[in-house]
């Protein structure tokens, strides 16, 4: 495509008149000055000079905008070069028209792009504008389900473009003096979000159409999934560069790109589940594979996640958001993961001038440092030699002779040819090939129904890759191996490259190219070695060396040999490899990544010679072809002595501490005033418009069918992250709720009293988010009651009365949280002691900043601790800091941002909104401001790596 090219050249526009060295380059480097981005299948290139991009995520709206700066400039100093945002749609457009990108603002997204900017960060502008995220609705706004027209999203309608369109051209307006070509910081850009599509699918020229039309001359991204002709496919998940993985495939699926790789999770929290901490070993692996295998750009997602304010979280997900990236959510480093990985990144600084000066190395490239011990070396699988007449011989990937094309395709007939001789399933005496050793080469006749193969599924097989050959006579072979890197299976009738490998007791097919050129007959070298079993005492049967670890093979009493590879030299099998990254200048730089699949090990490798645990990798330099090589770092050699990683909590002093409590207890409504009547209950969304989470729900319940000893079911079909809070005759009555992630329906069960005469039934629904997942659509979001209600088994979905709804909390449209709010308050000490649901709490503290750590050092944060409270909200000063809830002791403190503090020397006001019901007393004397840091670990203990 024309748009490809142009990129991939990179657009011509005035450029920086810096000189600038391959490898690493920072925008303080181009800063100010108009310039180029594009790219090769090597690396991204600012100016025409290749330059890796290592960067992490952050997310504007999980971010206190008085966190932007010192966050920015700490990611710097961590060794990244850019930053990637996304753009949430219904964040910055809640009611259709009317846009915010208020200044000073957590919706700043001009000032966020500054910011990045002058932290000397890059900056990768993700639009959407789905963007999934864990984010409420995934960015899409709940307006649109009232659009006329809409019946679907992420689809190639007219309505739905119509407002992509609009919305992707609103906010480019706010990007476009950000670009590289008006010497901005903004040098990527993506346009829709996972698109589990197709590529012919009209969407998806659609999407690089709108993407081109932007006319932003730099590269546009397509992340895991259907990606347009014009754009560059990046990877999403935590092993793209795993054997077998995105990394192994993609040079053939997307030729002429740079290896992108958009989201390395840390993954999010859900209620009542433990934060998903990956090890810093388990990350410096996986990005050390990827940038062995040809990495040109790396994204931790997140590298700090932060929280969520108000309701902008997704179904079923916590305040605190990828709390196990390299920060927490609170701003402090995740120790020793953050330390860990910061050498990481300085170690490929280090290596990208010669990384990016040399080609992509694959695995079938990389050199076996340490081969097979002779004296373990395994028994190998028998290979058919390509020439008639003779025997077995070893296995060896690379022997052009043991090359065999298979002519037909799967269900259809073909021959296994070696130059002009075919493989035949003629065995005398036998009824399938377990006794021919090898199967023999015959002059090829196709009247001879013994050379005429055809693939099959093996019958009760479960997955693609359980094949057989049979041939005209329907002898057969075992079961083969055929899976790719990609887990694909290739069924067209174009001559495949396979083996065949024959042991002690039977015959099989294995090993297919993938990348076979149809109608050439010369062999296509395999980049992997297969195993079948070879009756030594171990049964290996579709063993495939790109997504299993190592084989290790038995010895003939079936006794572990300690061997772990299947051929004493190829790089696919050998324990410890090493991809060389060089130039073909013989005095330039040479970068290695060693990759030990084995066991610990001294390893020696050109003059240099250094421990390595098993399953780890060491980054070497050698600072010519022929100098020994420097260790820069390895992804097990975690360096945590010394290095604070304990939290602690110290409550701050008593006189800044929280002091003056008082409550209200949120009116109960009724069923008239400012109410919407209907026959039956109104889905939570048509009414809240998702500007607030509570819906109430009135009606008079029936008398139960049953006797005034019992409990009675009350059953309530909703959906998944719903709350429900019930009241009988305004007296609580228990609350009930389903608290995973998640979109789909669920039925609830709130056991309550019989009653002998009909009672009224007031329910404060309250959602957990909205779905973000790929199909979200608006038209699809529910909340609250969305079908049958029942008490027992009396049915009143439909009531005589009908059912009565009132959005939002009274204290909600009361502005409870202001510190000028005219709620009646009431002292503690005059409230009675007595806890009950829907409460709000109120108290004053004093400047806490002169006993915190300024932001940008990184060594304490504000923090409320919430122990004592069950489920709700809190505000400090107005502002929403989002849902808490102390489900199973899980998440128990709450991240203050000193930007929402009041002017030096002035109190504040902490307001909190508990669902439950707590006990006044236990509020005054639990709920205090923490200060939170890390500490060294006890003498004798260590940090988790």
């Known amino acids: 495509m024309a748009a490809r090219a142009a990129l991939a050249a990179a657009a011509v526009v005035a450029t920086a008149s810096a000189t600038l060295t391959p490898g690493f380059i920072t925008y303080d480097q181009v800063k100010g000055s108009p310039y180029k981005v594009g790219y090769t299948e090597r690396a991204f290139t600012i100016n025409d000079t290749p330059t890796l991009l290592l960067g992490g995520a952050v997310h504007p709206p999980r971010l206190a905008r008085g966190d932007w700066e010192p966050l920015l400039q700490r990611a710097r100093a961590d060794g990244l070069n850019h930053v990637q945002i996304y753009v949430f749609w219904n964040f910055h457009e809640q009611v259709k028209g009317q846009v915010d990108f ?13 910011a990045a900017g002058d932290a000397g960060l890059f900056v990768n502008v993700r639009l959407g504008p789905y963007v999934c995220a864990e984010w409420d609705g995934g960015g899409l706004p709940l307006w649109l389900r009232q659009e006329h027209n809409l019946t679907c999203c992420r689809c190639d309608q007219g309505a739905w473009e119509t407002e992509m369109t609009r919305w992707i051209k609103v906010v480019g307006a706010v990007i476009e003096p950000h670009l590289a070509k008006h010497g901005g910081p903004v040098i990527l850009a993506q346009i829709e979000n996972e698109l589990h599509s197709q590529p012919s699918d009209p969407y998806v020229t659609y999407c690089g159409a709108l993407a081109e039309a932007m006319g932003w001359d730099i590269p546009w991204v397509m992340c895991n999934g ?5 754009t560059v496919n990046t990877c999403n998940g935590n092993t793209c560069g795993a054997d077998g993985a995105y990394a192994d495939t993609h040079a053939s699926h997307f030729p002429g790109q740079p290896m992108g790789w958009t989201e390395d999770w840390s993954w999010f ?18 990005i050390a594979a990827w940038f062995a295998k040809g990495g040109a750009h790396h994204v931790y997602y997140m590298w700090y996640g932060g929280n969520h304010i108000e309701h902008w979280a997704a179904s079923g997900l916590t305040n605190r958001y990828g709390d196990g990236s390299n920060l927490h959510s609170d701003t402090l480093p995740n120790e020793p993961k953050r330390s860990h990985l910061a050498a990481m990144h300085a170690a490929l600084a280090a290596m990208a001038p010669a990384l990016v000066a040399a080609p992509v190395q694959t695995r079938a490239d990389a050199v076996a440092v340490v081969p097979c011990p002779p004296s373990v070396a395994p028994r190998q699988p028998l290979c058919v030699n390509g020439t008639n007449g003779t025997g077995n011989v070893a296995c060896e990937a690379t022997d052009p002779q043991q090359h065999f094309n298979y002519s037909g395709g799967v269900n259809k ?8 001789l075919c493989v035949s399933g003629a065995c005398p005496g036998m009824t399938n090939v377990s006794g021919c050793a090898p199967l023999p080469l015959v002059p090829c006749n196709p009247n001879d129904l013994a050379q005429q193969w055809t ?30 890197g990609d887990g694909s299976l290739d069924v067209s009738p174009a001559p495949k490259s396979m083996r065949m490998v024959n042991g002690a007791n039977r015959g099989c097919l294995s090993g297919w190219s993938k990348h076979a050129t149809p109608g050439v007959s010369a062999a296509v070298p395999f980049t992997g070695v297969a195993a079948c079993a070879t009756g030594w005492g171990t049964s290996v049967m579709d063993w495939d060396p790109f997504t299993q670890p190592p084989l290790l093979i038995n010895s003939a009493s079936g006794g572990a040999s300690g061997a772990k590879c299947l051929s004493a030299t190829h790089p696919v099998t050998a324990p410890v490899i090493a991809y060389e990254y060089r130039s073909g200048n013989p005095t330039a730089a040479v970068a290695s990544f060693v990759v030990n699949t084995g066991d610990d090990n001294h390893i020696k490798l050109n003059g240099t010679t250094f421990f390595m645990q098993g399953g780890s990798t060491t980054f070497l330099l050698a600072d010519s072809g022929s100098a020994p090589p420097k260790v820069l770092f390895n992804t097990h050699a975690v360096a945590a002595e010394g290095i604070p990683c304990n939290r602690s909590y110290t409550p701050l002093p008593a006189a800044t501490n929280l002091a003056g409590w008082s409550l209200w207890w949120e009116p109960i409504p009724g069923m008239s005033g400012s109410v919407t009547h209907h026959p039956t209950p109104i889905e939570q969304l048509n009414l809240t418009l998702d500007q607030t989470e509570y819906l109430f729900y009135t009606a008079e319940m029936p008398m139960s069918d049953t006797n005034s000893d019992a409990m009675v079911n009350l059953t309530i079909s909703t959906v998944q992250a719903s709350t429900f809070t019930a009241f009988l005759d305004g007296v609580y009555a228990g609350t009930v709720e389903d608290h995973t992630k998640g979109p789909g329906p ?11 005469r009909p009672q009224t039934l007031l329910l404060l629904s309250g959602s957990l988010g909205i779905q973000n997942f790929h199909g979200a659509c608006p038209t699809d979001f529910r909340k609250g009651i969305v079908g049958s209600i029942k008490f027992g088994s009396v049915d009143f979905t439909a009531p005589p009365e009908g059912w009565y709804h009132r959005p939002y909390l009274e204290g909600e449209l009361q502005n409870a949280s202001a510190a000028n709010s005219s709620v009646p308050w009431t002292p503690l000490s005059e409230s009675g002691g007595i806890g009950r649901p829907l409460t709000w709490f109120r108290a004053t503290f004093a400047d806490p900043r002169p006993h915190l750590p300024p932001p940008a050092s990184g060594n304490g944060s504000l923090l409320l601790d919430a122990t004592a409270l069950t489920r709700g909200h809190f505000y400090v000063n107005g502002h929403d800091l989002g849902r808490f809830w102390t489900l199973g002791g899980l998440e128990t403190h709450y991240y203050i941002p000193q930007d929402v503090l009041a002017p030096a020397g002035q109190n504040n006001t902490l307001v909190i909104f508990d669902e439950l019901g707590v006990f006044p007393g236990a509020v005054a004397s639990s709920v205090k401001l923490v200060l939170g840091t890390l500490v060294l670990p006890q003498p004798g203990m260590a940090c988790p790596v």
């Open 102 to 114: 208020t200044a000073g603002t957590r919706r700043d997204l001009g000032g966020f792009l500054q």
């Open 226 to 230: 259907a990606s347009a002709n014009n």
């Open 269 to 286: 929290s859900t209620w009542g589940a433990a934060v998903t901490n990956h090890p810093g070993p388990f990350m410096a692996d996986n």
């Open 413 to 420: 007939t073909g021959t296994i040819a070696y130059g002009g």
């Open 455 to 484: 693939l099959v599924v093996t019958p009760g097989s479960t997955s693609d890759d359980a094949l057989e050959a049979r041939d005209g006579h329907n002898t057969e072979t075992a079961d083969w191996p055929t899976r790719y």
């Open 746 to 756: 669920v039925t609830l069960t709130l056991p309550l009293p019989a009653a002998t």
